[in-house]
Nanobody
Framework: QVQFVESGGGKVQPGGSLQVSCVAS????????MSWHRQAPGKERELVAR?????????NYADSAKGRFTISRDNAKNTIYLQMNSLKPEDTATYYC?????????????WGQGTQVTVSS
């Protein structure tokens, strides 16, 4: 059974930093590209960042995340991370992880509960 458990969210002031984590189970992440997505209230879920498999040599970011966010992976822990710096109020959203395929959608239909990130003074 595929599961994703995201954690590490919270409230941070504009300009601050936060790292969110995602532990996957039910499959081995080393075989998959992995990704972070986010969904703000009233908006569709959007892809924020993705990382290649197995070693994470290649990463790609949404324009809104470039230069501020860094995605990484630890295959031994079946975990991926998203380091977020210089946070802005528009980064406020629930953040989710999943796999990524070259078809532009996840390999699995399952999503975790997400972790809430709020950027506000």
């Amino acid at each position: 059974q595929v599961q994703f458990v995201e954690s590490g969210g919270g409230k941070v002031q504009p300009g601050g930093s936060l790292q969110v984590s995602c532990v996957a189970s039910g499959f081995t992440i080393s075989r998959y590209q992995m990704s972070w997505h986010r969904q703000a209230p009233g908006k569709e879920r959007e892809l924020v960042a993705r990382i290649s498999a197995p070693g994470g040599i290649t990463t790609n970011y949404a324009d809104s995340a470039k230069g501020r966010f860094t995605i990484s992976r630890d295959n031994a822990k079946n975990t991926i991370y998203l380091q977020m710096n210089s946070l802005k109020p528009e980064d406020t959203a629930t953040y989710y992880c999943n796999t990524y395929t070259n078809m532009g959608r996840p390999a699995f239909a399952s999503w975790g509960q997400g972790t809430q990130v709020t950027v506000s003074s």
